[in-house]
């Protein structure tokens, strides 16, 4: 049976072990062997602090104790989570199964001894039907002594005999005085490790806090943070997802062969445990996630990665979840409560590091949207101080300036201030913001004379000083563009105003002579000028109506099929009037058989109409007018040449635009209206117009009909 044995040690020396006691007897005494390996003990107890796996040590001291009792086997089994594990052992067998280790729960005498914590003693396993192992099947005497300091339980100490009652008394005795010193060396070996894991736990969080701010970079700050924790922990994966607004989690750092897979990856709000870590701001450790339902499993179908257990941590900031650690499959070594403090710690060092870099992102791309507005925006803009002084400005307000750069006061007032006026305006700044002016600058950029539209507004936020920013609005155009609008209409009214006096004037006439009973009255020639000009009024109406009809692609053509030399002839007819008025000759140069042409009948004989007539204002009396008309394969081509004063090279580029009267012609009247309801209604048509001239030789402008429409026309 299995013996119970406490100091004392109240044991007698059996007769079975005289043949070792006459070897012991024959060696130097104990008391000598003592005195050698006392101080060997007390020096490896002592300076086992300085050796992380106390291993070595424990192999010194049971050679040391081999010298003091007899044994066959001794091992060191060390206590590591729920198991016993072999860490030293001397004697037969010569070396151990790998990795063994013994259920602290188990039932066998070395599981007992430790769990009773008393010293325990079997003289003969056999004879008590005590199992031996099966790397020690010979055993016959066992011996197990636990390694205890207080409630500290370091393992036990184990020796065997092939030799049934081979350990008496005095073997005990030094056995246990053994084990105080394996507790000592333990002790200090568990120190030194406390003590180096300490150390290592600081030297990280120091390093952590070095490396995260040195970059304000997010995607380096991540990368970093990643690269510690696989340094720190080294488990197989590590991933980092930044929380976004909505709650969902996107992947923006992983390790691993599936990395790429995984940086871009984003989870809905709550879904997966990383998910739930970031939805409820708490770490989390799943030693088994194909058992936990809230695992991703379409993470792993989707990258092939094989999930087997992750820790992961939330990075927060101010109770708002920033980001979440992952780590995948960690290291078999792992000690879940000093990974809860490490990760706690680490999560409250990247915090801040992740936030300032998401913040310094954040402001860096307002401020370069900013500049990129600055920098492209076509009107110029100037940022001054308090002064008066230029602090900033973009590439149209550098060519505003360029002529003025070094000369301050010329620079206000280019910019439609002086030093009075910019100190008055600031004083208006306190109550009224922005202030808008209108002013004129003489000779600005090409030499010709510019309007600007100017706004003048505080600038509070761009740096601790008061600065204020200037920008204007050419507006040159827009007045040019209203003062036509102005001329126009006084064109249009002077145009209408012509043709309603003429139908005036007859009816004026023609109600007299009926009042009278003037039968001399030539009614019919009044009725017929009072016809002419109303015809005359409703053709400019339905020009200035079919003209923006015609820009803004809402007046379909009306196409039909028509004989070219009558559209040639009501042309003409209509311009008759005016031919005999200036005493002008119209010659027709027309192709010798009779053409067909398909179009809008109404459109091109108005087009043919202002040609003609234009031709006409633009010639001297009895000046001669020229219409020909040619044809090839594709197109009809119309031309109308005069022998008039020519378009100066200034006016032609926008001979064509609407409104557009050179100021050569101004005294002529017109509204400025037909050739750009000639170009319109060509290009409705498919075709294209252009002219050809020189000042003094007169124009010829010409235009082409297709003779197949476009697809869409017809």
């Known amino acids: 049976m299995e013996s119970e044995i406490a100091p004392p040690y109240p044991l007698e020396e059996p007769s079975s072990r005289q043949e070792g006691s006459d070897r012991r007897e024959s060696a130097p ?8 390996i006392l101080p060997a003990l007390a020096h490896a107890a002592y300076n086992a602090a300085g050796v992380p796996d106390p291993a070595e040590i424990l192999i010194t001291a049971l050679r040391q104790l081999q010298q003091l009792v007899l044994f066959d086997t001794a091992v060191v089994f060390l206590a590591e989570g729920n198991v016993l594990r072999a ?5 037969r067998p010569s070396t151990l199964p790998a990795d063994l280790a013994i259920a602290i729960d188990g039932a066998g005498p070395t599981a007992q001894a430790f769990q009773s914590q008393q010293v325990h003693y079997i003289p003969d396993l056999k004879a008590t039907g005590e199992k031996t192992s099966v ?26 005999s092939a030799r049934p009652d081979q350990f008496a008394e005095a073997d005990l005795r030094w056995t246990c005085a053994l084990a105080d010193y394996l507790v000592a060396a333990l002790r200090n070996a568990r120190f030194a490790e406390w003590a180096q894991r300490g150390v290592a736990r600081l030297s990280f969080l120091l390093e952590t806090a070095s490396t995260l701010s040195t970059s304000l970079n997010s995607e380096e700050v991540l990368q970093q943070l990643l690269n510690l924790t696989l340094k720190y922990f ?184 002086s030093h ?15 202030l808008i002016w209108t002013y004129t600058l003489p000779g600005a950029g090409d030499g010709q004379d510019r309007t600007f539209k100017a706004h003048l507004a505080p600038l509070p936020h761009y740096r601790p000083e008061p600065s204020y920013q200037w920008l204007a609005h050419d ?44 039968l001399t009255m030539p009614i019919e020639q009044l009725l017929h000028i009072s016809l002419r000009s109303a015809q005359r009024m409703d053709r400019l109406i339905t020009t200035i109506l079919d003209t923006a009809r015609l820009r803004q692609g809402e007046r379909p053509l009306s196409i039909t099929t028509f004989d070219l030399a009558a559209l040639v002839r009501e042309a003409e007819e209509i311009s008759q009037p005016l031919l005999t008025h200036r005493k002008q000759t119209l010659s027709l140069r027309l192709p010798p058989t009779p053409l067909m042409l398909q179009g809008d009948l109404d459109l091109l004989r108005r087009v043919l109409t202002n040609l003609l007539s234009n031709a006409i204002k633009f010639t001297s009396t009895g000046g001669k007018i020229e219409l020909e008309i040619t044809e090839n394969d594709e197109n009809f081509q119309f031309s109308v040449r005069d022998n008039g004063p020519g378009i100066p090279r200034d006016e032609q580029e926008r001979i064509f635009d609407l409104y557009t009267r050179g100021a050569s012609v101004r005294q002529i009247e017109g509204s400025g209206i ?17 002219f050809d001239s020189a000042p003094g030789e007169g124009a010829t402008f010409t235009f082409t009909i297709p003779r197949a429409l476009p697809p869409d026309l017809t």
């Open 234 to 417: 080294r488990p197989a994966a590590v991933s980092i997802a930044l929380v976004n607004p909505d709650g969902s989690v996107t992947f923006q750092a992983a390790s691993g062969q599936v990395a790429d897979k995984m940086i871009g990856r984003t989870l809905p709000p709550g879904k997966g445990i990383i998910g739930w870590v970031a939805e409820h701001g708490q770490p989390v450790w799943v030693p088994r996630t194909y058992a936990d339902p809230r695992f991703h499993v379409q993470t792993d179908q989707q990258t092939g990665f094989r999930t087997e257990a992750l820790y992961a941590a939330p990075v927060m900031q101010k109770d708002r979840p920033l980001a979440v650690i992952e780590m995948v499959n960690p290291a078999q070594d792992m000690e879940l409560q000093e990974t809860r403090e490490i990760m706690a710690a680490l999560a409250a060092l990247a915090a801040p590091a992740i936030e300032n870099a998401i913040l310094f992102e954040q402001v860096y791309h307002a401020e370069a949207r900013y500049q990129q507005l600055f920098d492209h925006n076509l009107d110029p803009i100037v940022i001054l101080d308090e002064a008066g002084q230029v602090l900033d400005l973009n590439q149209p307000a550098q060519a505003l300036l360029a002529s003025v750069a070094s000369q301050p006061e010329k620079v206000l007032e280019t910019i439609g201030l």
């Open 135 to 160: 790397w020690a099947p010979d055993w016959r005497s066992w011996l197990g002594i636990p390694l205890l300091f207080g409630n500290e339980k370091f393992g036990i100490l184990v020796l065997a």
């Open 420 to 434: 009075d006026r910019f100190a008055e305006a600031k004083a208006k700044l306190e109550t009224q913001a922005p």
């Open 674 to 690: 037909g050739l750009a309801f000639c170009k319109l209604a060509v290009e409705a048509h498919g075709g294209r117009i252009w």
């Open 29 to 36: 005494s104990r008391e000598d062997a003592v005195l050698q």
């Open 87 to 91: 860490r030293a052992w001397i004697g």
């Open 475 to 518: 507006i040159t155009d827009q007045v040019a563009l209203e003062t036509m609008r102005e001329q126009l209409s006084n064109m249009l009214i002077h145009d209408l105003r012509g043709p309603l006096n003429s139908i005036i004037n007859s009816i004026e006439l023609v109600r007299t002579a009926w009042q009278q009973k003037d």
